[in-house]
């Protein structure tokens, strides 16, 4: 992520930093969370939209393109008034086989502070059929999901009490546990 160009945007390079290439061209929104795709084919993005704070998920080639809106308030209907009412998708990654997409998901709007839990939940989109189901359904929200190398497993931060911690889910059977807390001390 730079703002190079004048604008927060995504940007892929070599390791040593030489032949940059901007990826996304959006002079009003502003991106975070970006992640390759297993086959480095294409970069998926988190932008927010300036005039609601709602997040969706952009898919973009490296190849250059004007990239495709995969999740969120963009992917669920034409912008207008009612976009606070659409969903918000966050810090996607894919899984091992690029089948799914998973990622933090929030029924409505942006990022408040002070808010109420829970608000995020994790999500999993098929690319193939577009399908969305909610994995998780965490008292203290569950955010930037990661899944295992073997796309077994996927391991989320949520709020218990007064702290952060990470939970491992087994994408199979669906249990659930702590494998660290807590994990920050925060505000």
């Keep these: 992520l730079s703002d190079r160009e004048g604008s927060e945007n995504v940007f892929i390079a070599k390791p040593d930093g030489s ?5 996304s061209k959006d002079a009003r929104n ?10 480095g084919e294409y970069v998926i993005a988190s932008r ?8 969706d998920l952009w898919m ?7 990239g495709v809106a995969i999740a969120g308030s963009a992917a669920a209907a034409p912008a207008g008034p009612q976009q606070q009412q659409r969903p918000s998708a966050l810090g996607a990654v894919s899984s ?3 089948r799914y997409f998973y990622y933090a998901r929030k029924a409505t709007g942006g990022i408040p502070y002070n808010a109420t839990l829970p608000m995020w939940q994790t999500a999993r989109r098929d690319r193939i059929t577009g399908d969305e189901d909610v994995l998780t359904q965490a008292v203290g929200s569950a955010m930037r999901p990661l899944v295992s ?13 007064t702290e952060t911690g990470l939970r491992i889910r087994d994408l199979k059977t669906g249990e659930d546990r ?9 505000d």
């Design 48 to 55: 927010r939209t300036s005039n609601f704070g709602n997040f």
């Design 19 to 23: 032949d940059v290439k901007q990826l």
């Design 178 to 186: 702590w494998i660290k807390y807590p994990v920050t001390r925060d």
């Design 149 to 161: 190398p073997d796309g077994a497993r996927l391991v989320y931060g949520t709020r218990h009490e």
């Design 96 to 98: 091992p086989d690029g």
């Design 60 to 66: 973009y080639h490296v190849q250059g393109g004007s």
């Design 30 to 39: 502003w991106f975070a969370s970006p992640a390759w795709t297993p086959d």
